[in-house]
């Protein structure tokens, strides 16, 4: 008896992939559309909250302005969508994986996937080291330079840029122990070598901080100093997972 069952042609595979990510994608646009309407109507209050760090640090009777028409209205919409990704991106993040895991050997998903959760509870705690730690500090620093007489006024889409930035800076900056696995993992670097560029390690992180902070020394110790302790828990981890990689091989 012969067999009917024709194997899938390269078309109907790339047409099937497509079908797929289509699925994906779309399961993660609903689910952002839902989140960011569940907040819109709290635009205005989302918008205090990101702004509290520089309110509570301004002179008494001190505000934010708005110099354009529409601001009022626009930037508290785009917090609202900030943080309906940030809500929505574990799920995000799963239908990549969903997408994805099908075509990883056994070993690339058992790492794959810690990364990915370790590189997004990474990004948030970057992001909540410079919303409660670092801005206090940044915002103080800025209103006490303030020469006598002048009233700062800081304008709301420019604050909401100068936050984004900084976050982005932070939330970077926390992947640095997944960026020093991953170089182990895959034989670009060894942990002896990492061990020993620490020193330009060292200098780099405090480049980073006079780059990406204010100009003023308590705002770049405040991201160097974690850049090099990530760093060196990086090398950490990475030396754990490297032996247990050989113990496994044994």
Known sequence: MSDTTKPATTTETFVAHLIELRTRLLHSVVALLV???CLFPFSSKLYTLLAQP???KLPKGGQMIATDVTTPFFVPLKVSMMAAFLIALPYILYQIWRFVAPGLYAHEKRLVWPLIVAST???????AFAYFVVFPVVFGFITA???QGVAVMTDIDKYLSFVLGMFMAFGITFQVPVAVILLVRMGFVTVEKLREIRPYIIVGAFIVGAI???PDVVSQFMLAMPLWLLYE?????????GKAKIKEAA
């Open 35 to 37: 989140v960011f309407i």
């Open 54 to 56: 520089l309110l509570a």
């Open 121 to 127: 509870i990474l990004f948030f705690c970057g992001m």
């Open 145 to 147: 330079s303030a020469p």
């Open 212 to 214: 990406f902070t204010p």
């Open 233 to 241: 828990a990086g090398i950490v981890v990475a030396s754990w997972t």
